[in-house]
Structure formats: C-alpha cells, structure tokens
C-alpha cells in the first residue's frame, strides 16, 4: 500500500520506476524526479 510518506520520500533514479498499489494504481517516478499517477483499467 502507498503511504504518503513513502510517496514524499520517493527520489529520482538513473532510471525511471513504478511504485505500485492495489487494483492498478501506480505511481511513476521520472529521473527528473516528476511524479505520475496511472490507473489501469478495463472495461
């Protein structure tokens, strides 16, 4: 489960990565350090 601190304490890598909650939610973070929120979905 995403926390707000484990959000606020995400920091830019070499490579951009995901930090994944439940039911397709996602958070991605860049290397420029921006942050994006994605929900995958189907219908």
Known sequence: MLTDSKIR???PLA???KLTD???LYLT???SG???WYFRYRF
């Open 9 to 11: 304490a995400a920091k």
């Open 15 to 17: 490579k951009s990565y």
């Open 22 to 24: 439940a039911q397709g």
């Open 29 to 31: 973070v860049s290397t």
């Open 34 to 36: 921006s942050k994006l």
